[in-house]
């Protein structure tokens, strides 16, 4: 795993999101304030795209490490992930919104998935195990992981809170860029 990947060198910049037809007047979140949500949320809403472009939402538990959003699943959204890796994921609660967009690659190698299951163990007390290229619990079933690299997030706080909504830019690696580039966003 590089370098960039694991840490960005740099916090994401937030400025004024554009929503409800206008920009929100602020004041912006701080960075601080989406991380912390993201990292303690109990569930995720993860919303991938089936191949013939119908929406997929799914609630899933997680961990937000390294600047990524980890998770393992063996429904069908890991089979939508290989066809078109553009996700999102959403904090289970809506008064404290916030919204990660971007691309999942799968994980591949023992180090890597270890910092899920680590994660998970300390997270959710759940002891799962690892191979090459999956997590598995105790029960017998066993998911491949996936990591959401951000491009962008997007949060406000409280219901009424539209005001403070906040877009955080993430630098894009090459191979996100090229993504980007090819499907125009």
Wanted: overall charge negative; glycine content about 10%; aromatic content about 12%.
């Amino acid at each position: 795993m590089t370098a960039e990947v694991l840490k960005n060198t740099q916090e994401p910049t937030g400025t004024s999101a554009f929503i409800f037809n206008q920009t929100a007047p602020g004041p912006t979140k701080p960075w601080s304030w989406a991380e912390n949500l993201l990292e303690s949320a109990p569930t995720y809403w993860l919303v991938t795209t089936s191949p013939d472009g119908d929406p997929h939402s799914r609630p899933l538990w997680g961990i937000w490490r390294q600047d990524n959003f980890w998770f393992s699943s063996q429904n069908r959204c890991g089979g939508f992930l290989e066809v078109n890796p553009r996700a999102s994921v959403n904090l289970q609660v809506g008064e404290d919104v916030v919204m990660v967009e971007g691309s999942c690659s799968r994980v591949i190698g023992v180090d890597d998935i270890s910092v899920l299951a680590e994660g998970v163990g300390v997270k959710y007390d759940w002891e799962l195990s690892i191979s090459e290229d999956r997590v598995h619990t105790r029960f017998g079933q066993s998911a491949p992981v996936f990591r959401l690299t951000p491009e962008r997030v997007y949060g406000w706080a409280g219901i009424a809170g539209w005001e403070s909504a906040t877009r955080w830019d993430f630098p894009r690696s090459q191979e996100t860029g090229m993504a980007t580039q090819q499907t125009g966003r």
